[in-house]
Each structure stands twice: as C-alpha cells, then as structure tokens.
C-alpha cells in the first residue's frame, strides 16, 4: 500500500481529464441513481481497502473541525476547551478551524487514532462517497482521488458501471 500511496497523486492527476469527464456523466444522472451507484462502489472499495494500512487522509488532509468536535476531542482528553485549543488548533486561510500540524497529531505510529471515538465529524464521514446527493460533491471527489485510494478505485471503477 505503501509504494501505491507514494504514486497514487502522479497516478490521479495523469487520469484527471478521464476523471472529470465522468463526474459529468454521473452529473447526468438522477441523483437517486448516482448515489446508489456511489455507495455499491464505496463498498466494493472498503471490502478490499483497509485504512489502518493507508491513514493518507490523516496524514496530509486533516479535517475542518466545528465547535461541537472540539469539545468533544477537549472533554476526551481532559482538557479545557480553550488549553485544547491553544496546543492544537489554528485557523486556516479560509477561516476555519484546523489541526496546527499534520500529519494529524492524534495519529499513531501504527495508523490508529488516538482520539478514534471522539473524531472530529469530517473525519467520520471522510472520503464521503457514501454520502446522500454525491451529484454536490463530484469536483471535491474527483480532487480527492490524488489522496484517497478508495476514491481512486471508484473512479477507475466508474466506466463498467455506468448506464
Ligand atoms: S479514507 Fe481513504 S485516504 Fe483515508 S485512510 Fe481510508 S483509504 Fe486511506
Ligand atoms: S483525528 Fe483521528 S481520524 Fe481524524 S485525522 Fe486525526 S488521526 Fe485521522
């Protein structure tokens, strides 16, 4: 997994056009159709995909954190919210709030989260592609292929089922 992840951006950003284009098949699509066959890819994904053996989101994405996830990362580690804050959180370009450093400092030696039952929602939901009205997000996720492999396999995989 390792030597693919090394490759994975150069390999997503060769197949970006192919990529594209087939975001705007799916645009095409009813948005009950498009998000069925999202989630039967999705699965197939994270059946063969196992992100204890990636963690590449953790490592160079991080998540937008809302108030409601610092304080349940500041109550899991016994903090006060603003000491909480103050050691881990700045404020992005866009204004919103994100780790200080990355990779993520909660992330372990051996890929697991150290704050797992307390993640932060976009970490939860992350790489989104089981979400409802996947139409919205079709550019985040064609941008998402250059990080997560599961993404990457979904697009790579999108051709043989498309009506
Ligand atoms: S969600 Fe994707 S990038 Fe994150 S650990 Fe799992 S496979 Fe890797
Ligand atoms: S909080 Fe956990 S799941 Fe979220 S980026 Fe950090 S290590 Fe990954």
């Known amino acids: 997994m390792k030597e693919f992840l090394n490759i994975l951006p150069q390999k997503a950003l060769s197949k970006k ?8 098949k799916v645009k095409k699509l009813k948005p009950r159709k498009a998000d069925e066959i999202f989630q039967q890819l999705h699965d197939e994904a994270f059946e063969q995909i196992n992100c204890l053996d990636c963690a590449n989101c953790c490592r160079g994405l991080g998540p937008r954190l809302q108030k409601k996830d610092i304080e349940r990362l500041s109550a899991h580690l016994n903090m006060k ?24 400092p909660f992330l372990m030696g051996d890929n697991y989260c150290m704050v797992y039952s ?14 409802k009205n996947i139409k919205s997000i079709l550019t985040t996720c064609v941008k998402n292929t250059e990080t997560c492999p599961a993404v990457f396999y979904i697009f790579e995989k999108l051709p043989e089922i498309l009506p």
């Open 17 to 24: 056009r192919d990529f594209k284009l087939l975001a705007a």
């Open 81 to 104: 919210t603003s000491v909480f804050a103050d050691n881990y959180i700045r404020v992005d370009e866009d204004g919103d709030f994100v780790f200080k450093s990355m990779p993520c």
């Open 118 to 131: 307390s993640r932060p929602k976009a970490c939860r939901e992350y790489p989104h592609t089981d979400q």
